[in-house]
């Protein structure tokens, strides 16, 4: 079998070697925000995730507003010719909205990394993280034992039992470099902004098992 691999290289190539070779400008980009996001404070940094969900919203509202008066006409008529009119352009805005979703989490994909990295960071590094308290945060420590509110503070502990023995956040046994490329592959296999969404979802819930090391292509991270 590692015979017909050597053969099949020497012809098409090594495909780890070009995954890698095409997804290091994104490793680039997700690096250079590193200070910038060291500079932040706990708030500001969970701010970022109302920033991209802003970022997203306002890029597709006009479709979503075309789509809405549309899905209204719909009800009101009743002819079904006419109906049918209408859903197809349903259809062709929904698609359209698909498209232009994808590009903005394109975008913001690096940024996004980013801030995860950073917050896995910070949850390594210290016992505990303070921020102002949200309505989320109240209803996590009315459920989680390491979720506490004191006054307007949310204090989320970075440790907690589990089974009897203490778990802390941040700690995994692969390297980033590992990670990234176990995720990132089947980003080209996306067809639709709905499964990217959902692949972007889960390479950001496997970052925060390295924190500490800078993203690379090549073996284990720095």
């Known amino acids: 079998m590692s015979f017909i691999n050597n053969v099949l290289k020497v012809f098409v ?3 780890a070697k070009k995954d890698v070779k095409a997804l290091q400008p994104i490793i680039d980009k997700i690096n250079a925000f590193e200070k910038e996001m060291e500079k932040l404070s706990h708030d500001a ?3 970022k995730t109302h920033y991209f969900k802003k970022q997203l919203q306002e890029a597709t509202a006009s479709i979503q507003d075309e ?3 549309l899905k209204q006409e719909a009800l009101n008529e009743t002819d079904i010719d006419k109906n049918e009119e209408v859903y197809n352009k349903i259809d062709q805005l929904k698609e359209a909205q698909y498209s232009l979703t994808e ?3 394109e975008d913001i994909l690096p940024e ?3 801030v995860v990295k ?3 960071k910070r949850f390594s590094q210290a016992e505990e993280i303070k921020v102002t308290a949200s309505a989320a945060d109240r209803r996590a420590a009315a459920e989680k034992d390491y979720v506490n509110i004191q006054e307007d503070k949310a204090i989320w ?3 907690w039992d589990a089974a009897g023995k203490k778990s802390k956040m941040g700690h995994g046994p692969l390297p980033c470099s590992t990670h990234w490329r176990n995720c990132a592959s089947p980003r080209k296999n996306c ?4 499964r990217r969404r959902k692949n972007i979802g889960s390479y950001l819930t496997r970052i925060p098992q390295c924190p500490n090391r800078k993203w690379s292509t090549s073996g284990d991270g720095e």
């Open 67 to 69: 789509i809405e008066l």
């Open 112 to 114: 996004a990394f980013a």
């Open 103 to 105: 590009k903005v989490l």
């Open 118 to 120: 950073e917050t896995a």
């Open 191 to 194: 067809r639709n902004a709905n």
């Open 157 to 159: 502990s970075t440790s």
């Open 13 to 15: 190539g090594d495909k």
């Open 45 to 47: 940094l969970r701010e």
